[in-house]
């Protein structure tokens, strides 16, 4: 079965800093990986897809990321991050098995932007 | 709709009550997916639903749990009996494989208490 490993569970960045969060996947034929934001009291919001194509995909909110298929790792990157970045990041990869097919999550990563 | 719609939004209940928790997928989507969140578990899938049947119930926690799907558009989830660590975030999604609109789209989810 796939899964989804997000290195930190917590990273404190300060305004302005750039900031890189970390997602590693088990390795399969093909991969669908996703990451969405959480805010606070809210559902799950997508902030970009890798689907094939280029390995770099550029999501909302300045936020992208790239896949990286020897590394099996898809991490999150924003060059200059707001207080409004608050929030918890959670990456996801698309499992299809047995006839059955569903996102797989990461256990997240709680961002905290510091003025 | 616009979105995926989830009711009620918050919902605190008395050990050992059913419950119904409802979810309105986007229009034209063709799966439908639920997930539970809770402190320290991460999101947990439930079931999904193809049309109205559901290929993959592996992550009901119990025979207390049941969802159903009709029309090939809402779908309820059923707790019977409630215990207290059944207090979570319900998260529904809908899925669709369509081109720009490929992937999850999430409700804001339903809170239950028990109390």
């Known amino acids: 079965a796939q899964s989804v490993t997000q290195l930190d569970s917590q990273v404190p960045v300060f305004e302005e800093a750039p900031v890189e969060l970390r997602c590693n996947y088990s390795s399969s034929v093909s991969v669908y990986l996703f990451w969405y934001v959480q805010y606070p009291n809210q559902g799950l919001q997508l902030l970009l897809k890798y689907l094939s194509g280029s390995t770099l995909v550029k999501g909302i909110n300045g936020f992208e990321a790239e896949f990286n298929k020897s590394q099996t790792s898809f991490h999150l990157r924003k060059p200059s991050v707001h207080i409004s970045d608050t929030a918890e990041y959670f990456c996801?990869?698309?499992?299809?098995?047995?006839?059955?097919?569903?996102?797989?999550f990461g256990k997240g990563t709680k961002l905290t932007v510091n003025p | 709709g616009a979105g995926v719609s989830q009711s009620p939004s918050n919902k605190v209940t008395e050990k050992g009550k059913d419950v119904e928790l409802r979810c309105d997928p986007i229009s034209g989507h063709t799966a439908l997916y639920w997930y539970r969140q809770s402190l320290g578990q991460g999101l947990e899938f439930l079931i999904y639903f193809q049309g109205n049947s559901a290929p993959d119930k592996s992550g009901l926690p119990s025979d207390r749990f049941s969802a159903e799907r009709t029309g090939g558009s809402v779908s309820t989830l059923t707790i019977q009996r409630t215990q207290q660590e059944d207090s979570a975030v319900y998260l529904c999604a809908s899925y669709s494989g369509r081109g720009d609109n490929y992937g999850y789209t999430f409700g804001s989810g339903t809170r239950l208490t028990v109390v």
């Open positions: 996801a990869v698309k499992q299809m098995r047995g006839g059955s097919e569903k996102l797989v």
